[in-house]
């Protein structure tokens, strides 16, 4: 507790994005390989933590490239985790 009074508040407010948001950066194909009905279900489970994007098959692919870095940073900032050999690979 000696560093207590050198601790400043950081009083920044963390804003996460919508669903519609996440949704606006996936492939939109509605292919259901991620067991969902479609991508924006798929969003909402996946801002709820309910989904993991390793499961979106599309954005893996060469044809997504773009949006699955967009991706992988949106859910870094969320606080998820995608192992980084599955990056790699994909």
């Given at each position: 507790m000696e560093n207590k009074d050198s601790i400043v508040p950081n009083y920044e407010r963390k804003v996460s994005p919508a669903a519609l948001d996440i949704y606006s950066w996936l492939p939109k194909?509605?292919?259901k390989q991620?067991?969902?009905t479609t991508c924006l279900a798929f969003?909402?489970?996946?801002?709820?933590g309910e989904q993991n994007i390793i499961n979106c098959?599309?954005?893996?692919?060469?044809?997504?490239e773009d949006k699955k870095r967009i991706m992988l940073n949106i859910v870094e900032a969320l606080g998820y985790e995608v192992p980084e050999d599955f990056e790699e690979k994909h």
């Open positions: 194909t509605n292919c991620c067991s969902e969003a909402v489970k996946l801002l709820l098959k599309p954005l893996f692919t060469k044809r997504y």
